[in-house]
């Protein structure tokens, strides 16, 4: 591993004010915090991050967040949190704001808020791949497929099997599918990207309709998930 102290990490948290399926969604309760303090607890006990920044619009998720640790050195513009805005464009606006304040970092992790169930060991590890000189980290789900459980529609509104595989009418096959537990990218590297697969199901939920947040609290109130320990079955998947 390349030394360390040469890349600057920080870790931003994107999170707007607002919401469709659950008003208000990035500061709700899930057992006594609100949902941003998850992963920022997370980020500021990683051994890796040297700042954790949170990205938003709203005073009040500002307001939380800093009560919480993280930084709010800047608040984002409305055009820049709405439905439809572009994350890369919220990332080029986080990026230039500290820039303007002389800060550069090398290295650069985004934990969506949604995305709760992760721990500090998991954020070191995917920071650590850039470290060692991957361009682009991210995580990915698997699902599975064959040939007869995915359906379109062809140019006369038919439903037709979207996987073209005869022979594998039964067999499941196994894709991959972007999961945003984990996005990071580094100014240096060798252009590479890792990709992650999260195999532990907990992992795989993302709080985005009231049903999503009863899952987490479910999960949380019966102690199946512990933040303070690694439970991840590191398996690479490179392209």
């Known amino acids: 591993m390349v030394d360390i102290q040469k890349k600057e990490v920080v870790a931003i948290i994107p999170a707007r004010g607002g919401s469709k399926g659950i008003p208000r969604k990035n500061i709700v309760d899930i057992c006594g915090k609100p949902l941003i303090a998850y992963s920022i607890e997370v980020a500021l006990n990683a051994k890796l991050i040297d700042r954790v920044i949170v990205s938003t619009d709203d005073e009040e998720i500002a307001e939380i967040s ?26 080029a606006f986080s990026l230039d704001q500290l820039r303007s304040d002389n800060y550069n970092p090398q290295i650069v992790a985004y934990l969506f808020p949604t995305h709760l169930f992760r ?5 070191d590890f995917m920071v650590g791949k850039m470290i060692d000189g991957y361009s682009y980290v991210k995580t990915v789900k698997k699902v599975m497929h064959c040939s007869s459980s995915v359906y379109s529609k062809d140019e006369n509104g038919r439903l037709i099997p ?12 196994p894709y991959f599918r972007p999961y945003g ?9 060798n252009q590479s990207t890792y990709v992650h697969t999260l195999e532990n199901p907990i992992e795989w939920i993302d709080i985005d309709t009231f049903s999503d947040l009863y899952l987490a609290e479910d999960v949380i109130k019966n102690k199946m998930f512990d933040f303070n320990i690694q439970p991840h079955k590191f398996e690479d998947c490179f392209k």
């Open 66 to 91: 800093r009560y919480y640790g993280a930084e709010v050195p800047f608040l984002r513009p409305k055009e820049l949190a709405g439905d439809d805005s572009s994350l890369s464009d919220a990332v």
């Open 119 to 123: 721990t500090s060991q998991f954020v």
């Open 181 to 189: 537990a984990f996005f990071g990218f580094g100014v240096v590297g």
């Open 162 to 173: 979207l996987l073209d595989m005869k022979e594998n009418k039964t067999r499941l096959i």
